[in-house]
């Protein structure tokens, strides 16, 4: 059976590079868990492995697994399993310390971690946003609590993460400002229905737009909900990755707020210095950080967890979501193609399994 899985490059002992592992066919009875569930994956979204927070909850082993969420058909259940029965048509997000790989041809899963697809979904469409729907419904309702007519500007808007941002927000209501680096991002923005209420282009480091755009769109007010993908922490020393994304400043986005706003931010290791601080305090501000792999090391929201992602399929059953695949690949090709995930703004990949 074939697994992708990332392993340490020899050469480069801080890098890694995706394998292909040759794993034994698995046997449900000899996982040793009666709650499991052996999915024949017939899709999986090909993105990137968050190695850092593996790493630091002491989940790696030599090879991490790649590849969380999954579609397939269910092929056989463990002895305590009530909802699922062979045949059925389901979805997954692995857990963050699962030991198989999304991008294989069986996985085991446990019980509480799937859901029922919905007929009217394919399989390619329900990974292509299963994860960036749980994260813009967990940044927009269970962090910012956003509520109808307010204004959310989301940075980096093209990339599928901002995208059903963009798409979930208007559905409830928002007007949107979203930030884009290049002037294909931008092409592909001014296709949404209904269109944005603004889109700033910060190509070539033109990141100080962005208050001014916020200001002058809500009238002096500011945004009510800021979804970043990162920040510049120094601007004032070189950083590589920041300039090269033209991630704004902690103070461009601090300034871009309304009074009581919100920032939902994904920078782990965000400081923000006292002017900065001051200033937040006088809005009356507060910052939540987005992690949504979260809901996957406890069971504590578990059943919120699920009706997420069930409402997430189910918007895109009805076609509130309209995900963006840039294209379908063979599992053989998924090791080469990983190595350039990163480079890909727009779309998801998916790894689509033989039949």
């Given amino acids: 059976m074939k697994s992708l899985y990332l392993r340490k490059d020899m050469e480069a002992s801080d890098s890694r590079i995706a394998i292909m592992k040759e794993n034994p066919e698995i046997v449900l009875s000899e996982v040793g868990d009666e709650s499991s569930v052996l999915v024949k994956i017939k899709a999986c979204a090909l993105s990137t492995t968050d190695v850092q927070t593996i790493q630091e909850l002491n989940l790696a082993s030599s090879d991490i697994a790649i590849g969380r969420a999954i579609a397939g058909i269910v092929k056989d259940v463990g002895n305590c399993v009530t909802s699922f029965k062979p045949g059925d048509e389901v979805v997954a997000l692995l857990p963050l310390d699962s030991q198989f790989s999304g991008c294989a041809e069986l ?93 700033v282009d910060v190509s070539n480091g033109k990141t100080n737009t962005i208050r001014s755009v916020c200001l002058e769109e809500t009238g002096g007010l500011g945004m009510d909900i800021i979804v970043d993908s990162g920040v510049n922490m120094f601007p004032d020393q070189d950083d590589d990755v920041a300039q090269k994304l033209n991630l704004p400043t902690k103070h461009e986005l601090i300034s871009s ?93 998916v790894v689509v399994m033989d039949q």
């Avoid at 390619?124 to 959310?152: F, H, N």
Wanted: charged share 20%.
């Fill in 107 to 199: 996985c085991t899963v446990n019980e509480f971690d799937l859901i029922m697809k919905p007929k009217r979904v394919e399989f390619d469409e329900a990974v292509a946003c299963l994860y960036e729907g749980v994260r813009a419904y967990t940044a927009l309702q269970i962090q910012a609590r956003m509520c109808a007519g307010e204004t959310l500007l989301v940075i980096d808007g093209a990339t599928p993460n901002g995208s059903t941002l963009i798409q979930l927000a208007q559905n409830w209501g928002a007007k949107v400002i979203a930030t884009v680096n290049s002037q294909e991002e931008k092409l592909f923005l001014e296709t949404f229905k209904p269109p944005l209420t603004s889109i």
């Fill in 257 to 349: 707020l309304a009074v009581c706003g919100r920032w939902v931010t994904s920078q782990r290791d965000l400081q923000i210095d006292p002017p900065n601080s001051q200033l937040l305090f006088l809005k009356n501000g507060s910052v939540s950080y987005l992690f949504p792999s979260a809901w996957t090391l406890s069971s504590n929201q578990q059943g919120r967890y699920l009706h997420i992602m069930r409402d997430v399929l189910n918007k895109l059953a009805s076609g509130v979501i309209k995900p963006s695949i840039s294209g379908k690949i063979s599992l053989d090709e998924a090791p080469s193609v990983y190595q350039m995930i990163k480079s890909r703004r727009i779309g998801t990949v």
